[in-house]
């Protein structure tokens, strides 16, 4: 039996401001439970939500990365339902009228089992909408009661919502990583899935091919890629054993468990509630004039699709390296700054980043916004080895010593006398003097041994500490051996 | 001196004939005599209340005095105001001490006004009669055996029987109008977004509307002076112009068009009240006013447009009732939904949980397109309604209410009738327009009828006029209760 599985994703992400979406009080993360619960996130009577214009910006931005239609005018409504850490008793939300309409975002697949090819799709995105977070009930520590903090109530979120387009967790996964990027790389949200600023929820059905969709369950608040594979592939399982066993799927909503791998059902479609959405009669619709817009268009940066294009049709690297350049902004100004000091070594730039400077990173678990060598820095060790000053391993051992003590390139060749000798005078006699000390080992290699040749390389470079120009080395090597 | 305008007080105690603390004690007296009867506050603080006199007094004596400074006003129980109980007439809110200014508040305290206290409502502003407080029915100073209207009947009843200088009032549905009308004082609702909602406990967002509550339009107009205003933390709050609205309170009335709407002239108002309208509008006639016959054909509509769309918004305003956070929590329950169902249960009297049920109901889902959009829909017909005749006319006439005070009790079983008592009023709430009521004579059991004035959008300054010059020829509004220790 053939299954086809169709996953959507509603995805809430926080956006980076630093007030709430309809107050002043702050968004910081960690504070000490409500201090940053003013007269509005507490719900006293008599308050009123004024919008934040920060969040609407955010929302404009993420629209255009998405190529999506940004509303005139998107009304705020109330979702209500009783909840200990929802003080209103509803949700302010957008309903029929979101800000941000249909849009698309290209993925690249990863396949997740090692096996087969890496293939782009694109995810159609349904729309998007500005929303206030909820507080935090805390069911620790309270001897059998719960504590409410209210410090992340009226966070701003975004909903980004895509159609049922995915047909594997491998794609599922691919965009929302995808999406991840996006929103930490056009700077709307900090997308700390551990902090909660990116939560996934995955909607999961599967039908026999070419049959009309199945019913789907909902997996909530999913809060890492790895455990959103999980939580598919068992969910998929799950429902096909359920098929095949005769039974049916029920709407429901469900959680999954990373310690036991499962999921489990929340509340069944029986108990969904009746959120009695209507207009915000507090607020007014939220108008966006196209200057608005525009404004908000000039702020946005070189998005990743579009530089990894850049980067493979101008600069001639591989979309692997491409994609690995532009996988994130900081990755990618990194890029490009080294890369103006040496225009035209793309290839040799490219490779330093993703070899010696990714590997130090690893080692030393930063990321590329923590790297202890700027770009510029990185530029200057690469300038000198274009201009023939440092040898690849001479460039080693200052970027070592950079990495470790700082410094600039010129300083440190010099403090460790580093720089290579190019003079074919000062070449030609140290070979003179080897060839002259080792006349046994000539006469072999000149009877045929060619092996050989590494040997005086070997020496001379020795010799030269290093210093010597590798390519003149050998030159000179094979030119006085042959005599 | 309790007879006499806020501009006269004002003057007395710029004159230093009298201290605002001494005013203050004053009127703090005369509650201790007469409010027990009464019922008008729900909270007095008298050391707050001196404490704002003698700060006012010293501002007096700086020479940076405004024309409220040392005037003793009460406050509807539905303003929070920092560091006073705040209960809205519920049990829900019985210890509710809010920890902040509403809007309102801020700018009378700015104003250097006193605070004497604040006045007995409607549960929530849910009532006509005053009559669904927790804290009692308030009663009405010209005959205590009958209700003061709603919500605002305990600012109604502290104004007519002298209890302060002035009072606010908040109006969803004619709740300053209607208690004016029926306590024999003057009321207005401005247009609304021109006072903010901040602070102001919500009952039905998009109706809800802060206003003075006197004893002639001149004291009204000085009190919108100070009540009016941009306020950046209501979004509806309107940013216009700051503007005087006793500014035209001299022009003669030469020209006025009068509209009589003929929907307010049929059945259903009262022969009393209708002799006291028609007495009233001859005056204006005299006054050089014309008179236009016009019509308001959805108004009809406006009271069951108003219960779908005012309890819509109640239910869900309501919610952050939930005895989670702050006010009344059941004393004994199980698990949560229990502790929501006990505490909502016996936080919130009968006419609020009718409301919060009517509201739930016409949102739920498959009655959301009959009720709800179907009211908003009339709703704006309504609206045109009045853009419509204010072509015609400058200012609309009618009766407030369609019969004079009732008795307490009379319409408790009857719902319908009850809200029917709102008839002329609501229509004003629902089209966002300006409108006030006046006395204007006596009707059945010498109770006061009042007169309804409503203008075109921001026409404020003209509607003070138009009540200003009528109270300049009669003498209505001067008429005080017996029994009231004058």
């Known amino acids: 039996m053939q299954w086809e599985i169709v996953i959507g994703l509603e995805v809430h992400t926080q956006l980076s401001t630093s007030s709430k979406i309809f107050s002043g009080a702050s968004t910081a993360f960690g504070a000490e439970?409500?201090?940053?619960?003013?007269?509005?996130?507490?719900?006293?009577?008599?308050?009123?939500?004024?919008?934040?214009?920060?969040?609407?910006?955010?929302?404009?931005?993420?629209?255009?990365?998405?190529?999506?239609?940004?509303?005139?005018?998107?009304?705020?409504?109330?979702?209500?339902?009783?909840?200990?850490?929802?003080?209103?008793?509803y949700q302010i939300s957008q309903f029929d009228l979101p800000v941000v309409g249909q849009g698309a975002l290209a993925i690249q697949v990863e396949p997740l089992s090692g096996t087969g090819q890496s293939y782009e799709k694109v995810v159609r995105i349904t729309r998007a909408h500005l929303e206030e977070d909820a507080g935090k009930s805390l069911h620790e520590d309270f001897h059998g009661m719960t504590g409410i903090d209210l410090n992340r109530a009226g966070t701003p979120l975004l909903e980004i919502v895509s159609e049922p387009d995915m047909r594997s967790a491998a794609e599922a996964v691919a965009y929302a990583k995808a999406l991840h990027t996006l929103v930490r790389w056009i700077g709307i949200s900090d997308g700390n899935m551990q902090e909660g600023s990116f939560r996934c929820d995955v909607n999961v059905s599967v039908r026999k091919l070419g049959e009309p969709?199945?019913?789907?369950?909902?997996?909530?608040?999913?809060?890492?890629?790895?455990?959103?594979?999980?939580?598919?592939?068992?969910?998929?399982?799950?429902?096909?054993?359920?098929?095949?066993?005769?039974?049916?799927?029920?709407?429901?909503?469900?959680?999954?468990?990373?310690?036991?791998?499962?999921?489990?059902?929340?509340?069944?479609?029986?108990?969904?509630?009746?959120?009695?959405?209507?207009p915000d009669p507090d607020l007014l619709p939220l108008d966006i004039s196209n200057d608005w817009i525009e404004q908000v268009r000039t702020t946005l940066p070189e998005l990743p699709q579009t530089k990894q294009t850049r980067y493979v049709n101008e600069f001639g690297l591989s979309a692997y390296d491409a994609s690995i350049l532009a996988a994130s902004r900081a990755m990618a100004d990194f890029f490009e700054t080294a890369l103006a000091a040496v225009p035209n070594e793309t290839k040799m730039c490219a490779n330093w980043i993703m070899g010696e400077v990714s590997a130090q990173l690893n080692r030393d678990g930063l990321d590329m916004t923590q790297c202890p060598i700027s770009a510029q820095q990185l530029g200057g060790i690469l300038q000198r080895i274009v201009g023939n000053t440092l040898s690849n391993s001479g460039a080693k051992e200052v970027f070592r010593t950079m990495w470790a003590e700082g410094g600039e390139a010129d300083a440190i060749i010099e403090a460790k006398g580093l720089k290579q000798v190019s003079d074919t005078g000062a070449i030609e006699a140290l070979v003179d003097e080897i060839i002259a000390a080792n006349a046994d080992k000539v006469a072999e290699y000149r009877s045929g041994k060619d092996k050989l040749f590494g040997f005086f390389v070997g020496l001379a470079m020795k010799a030269s500490k290093g210093k010597a120009n590798p390519a003149q080395l050998n030159d000179i090597l094979k030119r006085k051996l042959g005599q | 001196m309790i007879n006499t305008s806020i501009k006269q007080l004002s003057a007395a105690l710029a004159a230093k004939k009298i201290s605002s603390a001494e005013l203050t004690q004053l009127y703090l007296d005369r509650i201790?005599?007469?409010?027990?009867?009464?019922?008008?506050?729900?909270?007095?603080?008298?050391?707050?209340?001196?404490?704002?006199?003698?700060?006012?007094?010293?501002?007096?004596?700086?020479?940076?005095?405004?024309?409220?400074?040392g005037i003793p006003i009460a406050q509807k129980d539905i303003f929070c105001?920092?560091?006073?109980?705040?209960?809205?007439?519920?049990?829900?809110?019985?210890?509710?001490?809010?920890?902040?200014?509403?809007?309102v508040i801020a700018q009378f305290n700015n104003a250097g006004a006193v605070t004497l206290g604040k006045t007995n409502m409607d549960e929530f502003a849910m009532g006509s009669s005053n009559e669904t407080s927790h804290y009692g029915a308030v009663k009405n100073p010209w005959d205590t055996a009958r209700v003061p209207g709603g919500s605002s009947g305990g600012s109604a009843a502290a104004v007519a029987a002298r209890l302060c200088a002035a009072a606010t009032g908040t109006d969803t549905g004619g709740s300053i109008r209607q208690p004016a009308a029926l306590c024999g004082i003057s009321g207005l609702k401005p247009t609304y977004g021109v006072v903010s909602r901040y602070g102001m406990i919500a009952f039905a967002s998009s109706l809800d509307q802060a206003g003075p509550m006197a004893r002639s339009a001149e004291d009204l107009a000085l009190l919108l002076n100070v009540m009016a205003g941009f306020d950046e933390r209501d979004s509806t709050s309107l940013q216009r112009e700051k503007e005087d609205y006793a500014r035209d309170l001299n022009k003669p009335l030469n020209g006025l068009r009068i509209g009589l709407p003929k929907e307010f002239f049929a059945e259903g108002m009262g022969?009393?009240?209708?002799?006291?309208?028609?007495?009233?509008?001859?005056?204006?006639?005299?006054?050089?006013?014309?008179?236009?016959?016009?019509?308001?054909?959805?108004?009809?509509?406006?009271?069951?447009?108003?219960?779908?769309?005012?309890?819509?918004?109640?239910?869900?305003?309501?919610?952050?009732f939930d005895g989670v956070r702050y006010g009344y929590r059941a004393p004994e329950y199980g698990d949560l939904a229990d502790m929501y169902e006990k505490s909502r249960a016996q936080g919130f009297g009968a006419e609020v949980k009718r409301r919060i049920m009517i509201g739930t109901y016409v949102l739920s889902h498959g009655y959301y397109d009959a009720y709800y959009l179907q009211a908003q829909k009339i709703r704006r017909l309504i609206a045109q309604d009045f853009t419509e005749a204010f072509k015609q006319c400058d200012v609309i006439m009618g009766p407030t209410s369609p019969s004079t005070a009732f008795k307490l009790g009379e319409k408790g079983d009857d719902p319908v009738q009850m809200y029917l008592s709102d008839i002329y009023t609501i229509a004003v709430n629902l089209a966002g327009l300006p409108g006030m009521s006046i006395p204007c004579g006596f009707g059945a059991n010498n109770m006061p009828v009042g007169l309804q004035i409503i203008g075109n959008y921001f026409d404020e300054a003209r509607m003070l006029n138009v009540a200003h010059q009528y109270q300049l020829a009669t003498g209505h509004h001067d008429c005080a209760p017996q029994n009231i220790g004058l």
């Open chain 2, 81 to 103: 105001a920092k560091g006073w109980l705040t209960t809205c007439g519920s049990k829900m809110l019985h210890n509710f001490v809010s920890p902040y200014d509403a809007h």
């Open chain 1, 213 to 278: 969709l199945g019913t789907r369950r909902e997996i909530k608040n999913l809060n890492s890629f790895k455990f959103m594979q999980q939580a598919i592939d068992y969910e998929v399982q799950w429902q096909i054993g359920t098929i095949e066993n005769g039974g049916k799927i029920q709407q429901a909503t469900i959680l999954f468990n990373p310690d036991t791998g499962e999921t489990r059902a929340m509340r069944s479609k029986e108990d969904a509630h009746d959120y009695r959405y209507f």
């Open chain 2, 271 to 320: 022969s009393d009240v209708a002799q006291a309208v028609e007495a009233a509008i001859a005056e204006y006639k005299k006054l050089g006013a014309v008179i236009v016959d016009i019509s308001l054909p959805n108004t009809k509509l406006s009271v069951p447009v108003y219960y779908v769309l005012a309890p819509a918004e109640a239910s869900s305003n309501l919610s952050r």
């Open chain 1, 33 to 89: 439970p409500n201090t940053q619960a003013d007269a509005v996130s507490l719900a006293l009577p008599g308050v009123l939500p004024v919008l934040n214009r920060g969040a609407v910006e955010r929302a404009i931005k993420f629209g255009l990365a998405v190529g999506a239609h940004i509303a005139p005018r998107s009304v705020f409504a109330r979702k209500n339902y009783f909840y200990p850490d929802l003080p209103k008793g």
């Open chain 2, 32 to 69: 201790a005599r007469l409010n027990p009867e009464l019922n008008a506050y729900i909270t007095l603080d008298e050391e707050k209340s001196l404490a704002q006199a003698r700060a006012a007094d010293e501002r007096l004596a700086n020479g940076d005095a405004t024309g409220l400074t």
